[in-house]
């Protein structure tokens, strides 16, 4: 069964393992930055120079890297094994790693998809009420009871700030808002302007 193309953004595979041990692993953007200057500088045809730095990066055997520059890819491998080890790279990059490239139908339908999963949006916005990266190791480490122990003493501050309003205020803090003139927008129903969903976390918070 093939894994819906959203889950690759936040759980897609990091490595991909070739048959004699050997893994080629995905990059950062400054790696792949890097091996492009790296190729830049060395004498010779520049996509073949591109490619053994890219894979001087990318290819590994129990995560560590085999060769220590693009010099050295081009001295132990072919200009074939070289082409085809760089096209699988880049053919699984596509697949598990989409970037700002990607085509803009494929960015339409993740965006979609996220939009109807609650649990990824409210992982999205524990993660940005506390500034962390999904990259980052105390993100990496938090399980799904951590996500919403997060979430529900952020929705409990918010009910302590509406607690404080006198019965006028809080209904006028509950009414969805436009954020550029403050007009009412929406249907009315009660929802607070801040970063989360009112409905969404008070389910959760009822089992």
Known sequence: MTAPDWLRLGGGHTALPLADGRSLRLLT??????????????????????????????L??????????GRAVLAALSPEEIESLAGAWAAFDRRENPGLTAHPDRVEDLKDALKGLPQERLKWKVLRAFGALPTEERARAMTGRDYLWCALHLLLDQEEVL??????????????RCPVCGRA????????????????FQALREG
């Open 185 to 200: 927008s929406g249907d009315g129903e009660t929802e607070t302007n801040g970063a989360f969903d009112w409905a969404q």
């Open 163 to 176: 607690d404080r309003l006198c019965p006028a205020c809080r209904e006028e803090t509950r009414q969805d």
């Open 60 to 69: 590994v055997r129990e995560g560590e890297p085999l060769y220590s520059d």
């Open 29 to 58: 953007v400054r790696e792949v930055l890097q091996a492009c200057r790296e190729g830049m500088d060395l004498e010779g045809d520049k996509a073949l120079n591109n490619n053994a730095c890219l894979l001087a990066r990318a």
